[in-house]
């Protein structure tokens, strides 16, 4: 057995060293996740919204990214909605990576909660248009994309795992490389569906460079019963080496938005063991939710932050500057 899991490594360190200078990568004997030119990567960032609301606002939101500290913006996307002009994915892309100088992790939000694979599907379907998979696989942009296949799908006990090996399967087919983001089920927040799934869901993967994502909304708290305890878990899946990053979070407005955490506790215990997170929002949230970035229903730093916004950008002991662990 010893002898299987040594060549298991190798094989897997061998796999790593091909995807290197190519995309960013995993290596699954430590859970570490790495930039194309192989420096281990701490993803820290925002969510920035490209599907809702006006797009006008969204796509010049873009020109800020630069002068924060974040290294990762996930880019939210979705299906086409009703009156709203559909966001150029390639383009926006291109803005975030050539002229922000950022890594991007661009994810669908088309199946959030859904528990059926005919949804799931339909999600892939759409990163497997011939436009999509032409920037997902450009030499240029690959290196600085992590691809989250599906925002906060649910699934089921019975067809989770064996919908996102089919769905892994499929992106691979089509010559996609870069890492793959699979999110929690129960709407993102279930750690338990993580372990259950992590260590199959990377075997599958012909590439092994799969990352894994919690959203820290009502099944997560800071040490109450009953509930996902952020030091805990963390430290568990730090333990078992998951290639994991906190995919969504935010502020705490007296936990009616479901932040059930104090999130300075929270942005403490991710920059101590070195886990990626990318905050909720920068726009698009409401500000009446306490998750908005930017103050006053604004979309640009001009418009000033709200006290969510300053914590992120620019508090040194709990935001984008401040210290990572040892």
């Not at 916004?309 to 002991?317: A, V």
Request: aromatic share 8%; net charge negative; proline share 4%.
């Amino acid at each position: 057995m010893k002898c299987k899991i040594l060549i298991l490594l190798a094989f897997a360190g061998l796999q790593a060293q091909a995807l290197a200078n190519s995309v960013m990568y995993v290596t699954p004997a430590d859970g570490k996740i790495h930039a194309a030119d192989g420096s281990v990567i701490v993803i820290r960032g925002f969510n920035q919204n490209h599907w809702w609301g006006n797009q006008d606002q969204n796509d010049d939101s873009v020109q800020d990214v630069s002068e924060t500290a974040a290294n990762t913006v996930r880019v939210v996307f979705g299906p086409d909605l009703y009156g709203i002009r559909p966001p150029d994915r390639e383009a926006i892309v291109r803005q975030y990576i050539i002229n922000e100088g950022v890594n991007v992790i661009v994810e669908d939000h088309g199946a959030t909660c859904a528990e059926d694979t005919q949804s799931l599907n339909v999600v892939v379907d759409r990163w497997l248009t011939p436009a999509n998979v032409k920037w997902l696989t450009d030499r240029a942009l690959q290196k600085h994309i992590i691809l989250n296949i599906a925002n906060e799908w649910s699934g089921t006990e019975t067809n989770y795992i064996p919908a996102y090996k089919d769905a892994i399967a499929r992106i691979r087919h089509a010559g996609i490389k870069v890492p793959l983001l699979i999110d929690a089920n129960g709407c993102g927040q279930n750690m338990g569906s993580i372990y259950a799934s992590w260590q199959q869901l990377l075997k599958s993967d012909p590439q092994k460079n799969i990352i894994f994502s919690i959203h820290m909304y009502g099944w997560v708290t800071d040490g109450r019963p009953g509930y996902f305890d952020i030091a805990t878990e963390m430290d568990k899946a730090v333990a078992l080496h998951i290639p994991l990053i906190v995919g969504e979070f935010s502020n705490n407005n007296g936990g009616t938005n479901g932040v059930l955490y104090d999130t300075r506790t929270a942005l403490s215990i991710f920059n101590r063991r070195n886990i990626g997170w990318t905050a909720w929002v920068w726009n698009g949230g409401g500000q009446e939710s306490g998750m908005d970035m930017i103050a006053g229903e604004g979309w640009r730093l001009t418009h000033g932050l709200t006290p969510w916004g300053d914590l992120l950008l620019n508090n040194t002991e709990y935001g984008l500057k401040a210290p990572l662990g040892p």
